[in-house]
């Protein structure tokens, strides 16, 4: 998918959600540990701070699932919300691009994940809405505020209400870390990378990890 059609993309599927013209949306991508710590897993003798975790959380059909239902698997990984006006559905495509551009064989080791940090309004069915219009194979994952707050802490991750917006009850948007993490099968954190990463960029470090 070309740039011009990413961007055609991204405005077609946001052009509905109450909040796809709303200010004040803030993503960072600095989470709650230094961006240094956030890069490709050191010497294992290194002394590093630990991402990821043991998690509850519900999927998009409303069953509860855990990290064990993904081990196995490599995992991409995104925290966002559905009413994200711009950088949520571009990363999520991004990863469901470079997933796609692996052969079968390789693609079929990969999930990725969406966890809401708006589980106020993120229901299973909104999620499977939003994820059914970026793209097939995607999980999203929502769950009560404290397993919210668990996971994020988990993987390192900011979020809160956008100031600018914090007075409204339902109209609201969220600032968030905005790394694509990506795990290993065994579920070891193994690099993050920086919204906005391309394709082909994620596509090359994502080769370089898979085992033969």
Same mark, same amino acid.
């Given at each position: ?65 855990? +990290? ?22 571009? +990363? ?12 079968? +064989? ?62 409204? +009850? ?43």
């Amino acid at each position: 998918m070309t740039r011009t059609l990413k961007a055609l993309f991204v405005l077609l599927l946001l052009a509905t959600p109450p909040l796809a013209q709303a200010q004040g949306h803030n993503h960072t991508d600095k989470p709650l540990v230094e961006v240094k710590d956030l890069g490709s897993r050191p010497d294992p003798a290194a002394k590093v701070t630990k991402v990821g975790g043991p998690f509850t959380l519900i999927n998009q059909d409303g069953q509860t699932v855990t +990290e064990k239902d993904f081990a196995g698997f490599y995992q991409l990984i995104f925290f966002g919300f559905t009413y994200c006006p711009d950088i949520c559905p571009t +990363e999520l495509q991004t990863a469901l691009e470079a997933v796609q551009e692996l052969p079968p +064989e390789q693609a079929k080791k990969f999930k990725i994940l969406f966890i809401s940090i708006d589980p106020k309004r993120d229901t299973p069915a909104v999620l499977k809405a939003y994820l059914n219009q970026i793209g097939p194979g995607l999980t999203g994952l929502t769950g009560s505020p404290d397993q919210i707050a668990a996971v994020a802490k988990a993987y390192k991750v900011y979020y809160g209400k956008s100031a600018e917006t914090a007075h409204e +009850e339902q109209d609201y948007l969220m600032d968030h870390s905005s790394f694509l993490y990506f795990m290993g099968p065994d579920g070891a954190f193994l690099k993050a990378f920086s919204a906005g990463t391309d394709t082909e960029t994620l596509l090359k470090a994502l080769r370089t990890h898979l085992k033969p």
